[in-house]
């Protein structure tokens, strides 16, 4: 049996519970073998399987994320390091960076809201040429996973800053300053929300869920964005698909002008906060 066949025969194994099975087959590979997936497919695939890799495709089969089996996952063209103790960067909330990208473009100081691995507030310093980026998370752990996303991808201390705080606790911005472009991709699923098995069994709860109506961090963030904002700042802040009217109203009551922008499948997916 090739590396071809183990291929083929774990996508078809994996499609009972993957809608990317051939993919997931692909990367888990790759990872096998310590390649990239295109030097894999290049030059690899009449070659012998690796030994690790039916242990890796029974770890996907129980639901397991590739990007944790991995350790890894691309966003806007980078690979980040991730683990359990942050969400696995999105393809829809490149949709953020868009959208800074079109608001913001000569932003010199962003501050990223939750920032997880810090795929967000990486990618719009290293995209947008910003100077000076503040990363902020209520999980000693995600901002350490965030602080090598950072040293890894070029982005030295001075430049990006990681701070432990918690914005359910009264005085967490203190010291921080001002912004002109805040980027958040907050918690949003309602709680009794059913979610993929591969959502709910491995990623964190805390960087998920937010009250009855998935509102509770909009509702305690969208209040306090204008002591953080210099003048003429931008706040883009993540939206699931149907919170476009609710977070609207959030943000229009604090006097802000919103704006929305529809991620690649054509849902609401990030709102332009002035
Ligand atoms: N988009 C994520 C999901 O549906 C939720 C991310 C979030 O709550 N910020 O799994």
Same mark, same amino acid.
């Given at each position: 049996?090739?590396?071809?066949?183990?291929?083929?025969?774990?996508?078809?194994?994996?499609?009972?519970?993957?809608?990317?099975?051939?993919?997931?087959?692909?990367?888990?590979?790759?990872?096998? /073998? =310590?390649?990239?997936?295109?030097?894999? $497919? &290049?030059? %690899? @695939?009449?070659?012998?399987?690796?030994?690790?890799?039916? #242990?890796?495709?029974?770890?996907?089969?129980?639901?397991?994320?590739?990007?944790?089996?991995?350790?890894?996952?691309?966003?806007?063209?980078?690979?980040?390091?991730?683990?359990?103790?942050?969400?696995?960067?999105?393809?829809?909330?490149?949709?953020?960076?868009?959208?800074?990208?079109?608001?913001?473009?000569?932003?010199?100081?962003?501050?990223? /809201? =939750?920032?997880?691995?810090?795929?967000? $507030? &990486?990618? %719009? @310093?290293?995209?947008?040429?910003?100077?000076?980026?503040? #990363?902020?998370?209520?999980?000693?752990?995600?901002?350490?996973?965030?602080?090598?996303?950072?040293?890894?991808?070029?982005?030295?201390?001075?430049?990006?800053?990681?701070?432990?705080?918690?914005?359910?606790?009264?005085?967490?911005?203190?010291?921080?300053?001002?912004?002109?472009?805040?980027?958040?991709?907050?918690?949003?699923?309602?709680?009794?929300?059913?979610?993929?098995?591969?959502?709910?069994?491995?990623?964190?709860?805390?960087?998920?869920?937010?009250?009855?109506?998935?509102?509770?961090?909009?509702?305690?963030?969208?209040?306090?964005?204008?002591?953080?904002?210099?003048?003429?700042?931008?706040?883009?802040?993540?939206?699931?698909?149907?919170?476009?009217?609710?977070?609207?109203?959030?943000?229009?009551?604090?006097?802000?002008?919103?704006?929305?922008?529809?991620?690649?499948?054509?849902?609401?997916?990030?709102?332009?906060?002035?």
């Amino acid at each position: 049996m090739s590396v071809a066949d183990a291929i083929r025969a774990a996508t078809a194994k994996l499609t009972l519970t993957s809608d990317t099975a051939r993919l997931d087959a692909e990367l888990l590979m790759a990872h096998a /073998l =310590g390649l990239t997936r295109s030097d894999m $497919l &290049i030059r %690899a @695939m009449q070659g012998e399987i690796p030994s690790a890799f039916n #242990g890796l495709i029974e770890r996907r089969a129980t639901r397991e994320p590739v990007a944790h089996i991995i350790g890894e996952a691309e966003f806007y063209g980078r690979s980040f390091r991730i683990s359990q103790d942050v969400l696995i960067p999105r393809g829809d909330s490149e949709t953020l960076i868009e959208a800074a990208r079109e608001y913001a473009g000569n932003a010199r100081r962003v501050l990223d /809201l =939750g920032t997880g691995s810090g795929a967000l $507030l &990486i990618t %719009a @310093m290293l995209e947008l040429g910003i100077g000076n980026g503040v #990363g902020v998370d209520a999980s000693g752990a995600a901002l350490a996973m965030a602080k090598g996303n950072a040293s890894a991808l070029g982005l030295d201390d001075d430049r990006a800053e990681f701070h432990l705080r918690d914005w359910r606790e009264a005085g967490w911005a203190k010291g921080l300053g001002r912004f002109d472009l805040i980027l958040c991709n907050p918690p949003y699923v309602e709680i009794d929300a059913e979610l993929e098995p591969d959502v709910r069994d491995f990623e964190p709860a805390d960087a998920l869920f937010s009250g009855p109506e998935g509102l509770d961090d909009y509702r305690i963030l969208l209040p306090q964005l204008g002591n953080l904002m210099s003048k003429n700042a931008v706040a883009v802040f993540e939206i699931g698909a149907a919170q476009q009217q609710s977070v609207s109203d959030i943000a229009s009551a604090c006097g802000f002008t919103v704006e929305a922008r529809n991620d690649l499948a054509a849902r609401p997916r990030a709102l332009i906060i002035r």
